[in-house]
């Protein structure tokens, strides 16, 4: 059974993966990652361990507060 990913961007830090995800690269093969275990993203750019937060975000002062927009005041942009 697949659970929900849930994706949350931390203010200020990593964006945090929750749920049962596999994160590749761009050739497709996997990053190791330890099942049930929360993933987190870098999203500052600094991470020595890309893709993935080694918390370096702290050390550069990376600034990032996101907040959703309310349901129906605008649509979730397409890739």
Do not use: W
């Not at 929750?18 to 999203?43: E, Q």
């Not at 080694?54 to 605008?74: K, L, M, P, T």
């Amino acid at each position: 059974m697949t659970t929900e990913v849930v994706i949350t961007a931390t203010d200020d830090g990593s964006y945090r993966i929750s749920g049962d995800v596999v994160v590749l690269d761009a050739a497709g093969n996997a990053f190791p990652t330890v099942a049930g275990r929360d993933v987190f993203l870098c999203r500052c750019g600094h991470s020595a361990n890309k893709p993935f937060c080694d918390g370096s975000h702290g050390r550069e002062g990376f600034s990032a507060v996101e907040r959703a927009v309310v349901a129906g005041d605008q649509a979730a942009p397409t890739g």
